[in-house]
């Protein structure tokens, strides 16, 4: 066997590899074949059609229509007659005026043209998912515009360098997502790591164009639904948490693989939303939630190894935090059926019951001033009662207080004055001992004796 030179062997692995990369025989993308009594019209143009190419003199040409698929007969079905002349006009072509138009002399056809109004297709730019592990591939593209009626789309599936024929897939039109869609199949036990080669071709009677060739892997295409049943509810005596609660999609089954989750959340007035990842539960307690402030929350999956591409945003939930009613109740402000007058003075707001016609003997008056009393708010006079009293105890003990300085420093003016008048001052010789003084004195004339004042105060007091 004869060997290849060096420098000629890499460029044929190349061409090796590229005739197994092109596109198999037998997957034509050619325009739909159009036979010479066909007239191709633009949708919105304006068209001729001629009868013959040299005018008829002297004649009556008469032009009849006929619709797909109808009898050609005069008056039955969708066929009717048009206008006399050699040639007719058709302006703004619609979808509906495509059919055969034959014109007649004397009830005598003479020329047959079938008029096909379609635009040319647009070019196919195919993206491939796949919903689980153990569902087909669904490959699509969107369209701009709607297709004409005549259109037709193909996608072809093979192994990448593998000389085996392209399975070939009919792709199906939906006009409220306005786009095509092909189903691939995947045989059971396929690999999901084997590179496959996409193609797609649209084509009708205006043209045709082939798509860009995709190369994708079963495992690169994974794409699940979006979680279905996402709730939020607040957390009891948490003003700053709420819990997210979601299920698996129906097309993914659980049992055997799993999926990952993202959830993201941002409360109402802000533009920014914060992101958890890696979530591998089905619920998520959110710990910095804004107080009362209602939160906008979102959640994705994707294979739980990280295998193809995130599913779709869930559709938009929203949830608020627990908020104590306590707090509520000190924002309001404690209920009162009054309401501000004119003068600054409150009113009351009577129920419809008191204006009936049991209140029109002047018993309504009555009825008004005990409303009044009674939707007076207990809490006033509680505070004001305890104001009171502690006004009341602090004046009490301010009164003690200086009442017992008071009365000591009385107590220490008197002490000093009483020092200071009782000052001993001896009048008289001293006394002897009384070891020296006789217990009695001898008998003898009574002595004057000396006076002895230990008050001052004798002095001044009367005689």
């Known amino acids: 066997m004869a060997r290849l030179p060096g420098p000629l062997l890499p460029a044929a692995l190349l061409l090796l590899a590229a005739a197994a990369a092109a596109p198999a025989p037998g997957r034509p993308c050619g325009p739909a074949g159009l036979s010479r009594d066909t007239v191709l019209g633009r949708l919105g143009a304006n068209i001729t059609l001629t009868c013959q190419d040299e005018g008829l003199a002297n004649v009556t040409v008469s032009w009849k229509?006929?619709?797909?698929?109808?009898?050609?007969?005069?008056?039955?079905?969708?066929?009717?007659?048009?206008?006399?002349g050699n040639t007719l006009l058709l302006r703004r072509l619609r979808?509906?005026?495509?059919?055969?138009?034959?014109?007649y002399v004397g009830g005598r056809p003479l020329r047959s043209?079938?008029?096909l109004v379609e635009e040319p297709p647009e070019t196919p730019r195919v993206s491939c998912y796949r919903r689980s592990h153990d569902k087909d591939v669904l490959c699509e593209w969107p369209l701009q515009a709607k297709p004409s009626p005549g259109t037709r789309a193909m996608l072809w599936v093979k192994?990448?360098?593998?000389?085996?024929?392209?399975?070939?897939?009919?792709?199906r039109y939906f006009s409220k997502a306005?786009?095509?869609?092909?189903?691939?199949?995947?045989?059971?036990?396929?690999?999901?790591?084997?590179?496959?080669?996409?193609?797609?071709?649209?084509s009708n009677g205006a043209g045709s164009l082939a798509g860009e060739d995709r190369i994708i892997t079963l495992s690169s295409v994974l794409k699940p639904d979006p979680p279905l049943n996402v709730t939020v509810e607040a957390l009891e005596k948490a003003p700053q948490q709420l819990r997210v609660n979601w299920s698996y999609p129906l097309s993914w089954d659980p049992r055997f693989y799993w999926l990952r989750?993202?959830?993201?959340?941002?409360?109402?007035?802000?533009?920014?939303?914060?992101?958890?990842?890696?979530?591998?539960t089905t619920w998520l307690d959110i710990r910095d939630a804004w107080r009362g402030t209602r939160h906008v929350v979102q959640v994705r999956a994707q294979e739980e190894f990280g295998h193809g591409a995130w599913s779709e945003w869930s559709q938009e939930v929203v949830g608020t935090p627990w908020t104590d009613p306590r707090d509520i109740t000190s924002e309001m402000g404690p209920f009162s059926s009054?309401?501000?007058?004119?003068?600054?003075?409150?009113?009351?707001t009577l129920p419809p019951e008191l204006f009936g016609e049991d209140a029109a003997d002047g018993a309504g008056g009555a009825v008004m001033e005990a409303s009044a009393r009674s939707v007076a708010s207990p809490y006033a006079f509680l505070v004001a009662g305890g104001s009171l009293l502690l006004g009341i105890a602090l004046f009490v003990g301010i009164v003690v207080r200086y009442k017992q300085t008071w009365r000591r420093g009385g107590r220490r003016g008197a002490k000093q004055e009483g020092e200071a008048q009782h000052v001993l001052v001896p009048l008289g010789p001293p006394s002897p001992p009384l070891s020296e003084t006789p217990l009695l004195s001898p008998p003898g004339p009574l002595a004057p004796r000396a006076l002895h004042v230990t008050n001052l105060d004798y002095f001044f007091s009367e005689q």
């Open 65 to 84: 229509m006929e619709k797909w698929g109808t009898v050609a007969a005069v008056g039955v079905g969708h066929d009717r007659w048009l206008a006399e």
């Open 95 to 103: 979808y509906e005026d495509s059919g055969r138009y034959s014109c």
């Open 113 to 115: 043209l079938r008029l």
């Open 159 to 171: 192994r990448r360098f593998a000389a085996e024929n392209a399975t070939e897939q009919r792709c």
């Open 178 to 202: 306005r786009k095509f869609v092909c189903r691939v199949k995947v045989p059971p036990g396929a690999d999901d790591t084997k590179p496959l080669v996409v193609s797609t071709c649209v």
């Open 261 to 280: 989750f993202q959830v993201r959340y941002r409360p109402e007035p802000a533009e920014t939303f914060t992101e958890v990842e890696q979530v591998m």
């Open 338 to 348: 009054q309401f501000p007058m004119e003068d600054g003075t409150y009113g009351v």
